[in-house]
């Protein structure tokens, strides 16, 4: 399976915890996105990210909110002090890189983040 | 401030019919405009995409148009089966290099009867 994955699908955290999301992209694929889709609404851009760099975060919250895509290893999405607000699914998704104009990302499973 | 918009929740439709679902945006830039779909507990799969420079683009049983002066789209699925019961979501992004953040519309839940 050559899909985007994300790990765990489904995370509970209590109020202050940490919560740590992990995407592996696709093979081939050097962009890794994170959306946040709250329930009964769309999905909400985060971050871009490409090895090493974060190349846009204007979605996400000033605080508490990280990102990362190291050289080695998935892209990480870290949220530290949980509140009941974060529950919401959080997808990962990847593209390639190309000159042409294709702009389509593909998505992973995502992860179901509860916090109790 | 809702860049994308689908103003349709749900929309119900007869196996074998078309469904068209509708989708409106705001932002003169986006130029790339992609269809998802969505079963519960699962990932958006990507269906479809169009590039502003065209008004409609095929692929099987799925169509998107495109129009540009009314800041428009639609997907026409046709025709409709019951495993196309999902939720569908429009997404835009601007600039046509890889890259570009997608915004989503709301979505609208599709449900095709057999």
């Known amino acids: 399976n050559a899909g985007v994955m994300q790990n765990p699908r489904h995370l509970v955290r209590r109020r202050g915890q940490e919560a740590r999301l992990r995407c592996s992209p696709m093979?081939?694929?050097?962009?890794v996105y994170w959306y946040r889709q709250l329930p009964e609404e769309g999905l909400k851009f985060m971050v871009y990210l490409q090895k090493e760099n974060i190349i846009d975060e204007s979605g996400m919250p000033k605080e508490r909110f990280s990102a990362e895509f190291p050289k080695e290893g998935p892209s990480i999405l870290r949220i530290q002090q949980v509140v009941r607000g974060d529950s919401a699914a959080y997808f990962c998704a990847s593209s390639p890189f190309v000159r042409d104009d294709s702009d389509t990302q593909y998505f992973g499973p995502g992860t179901r983040l509860t916090v109790l | 401030d809702q860049q994308v918009k689908q103003n349709s929740p749900s929309l119900s439709v007869q196996e074998g019919r078309i469904s068209i679902l509708n989708c409106d945006y705001t932002?003169?830039?986006?130029?790339?405009f992609l269809w998802y779909k969505k079963y519960p507990a699962e990932g958006p799969t990507f269906l479809i995409s169009?590039?502003?420079?065209?008004d409609k683009n095929e692929d099987g049983r799925f169509t998107v148009f495109l129009n540009k002066s009314a800041k428009h789209l639609s997907l026409h699925i046709v025709p409709s089966q019951p495993g196309d019961s999902a939720v569908y979501f429009c997404a835009a992004s601007a600039g046509s290099n890889a890259g570009n953040m997608l915004t989503f519309g709301g979505g609208t839940r599709l449900m095709v009867k057999p």
């Open positions: 932002n003169s830039m986006f130029d790339y």
């Open positions: 093979k081939g694929h050097s962009h």
């Open positions: 169009i590039s502003s420079i065209k």
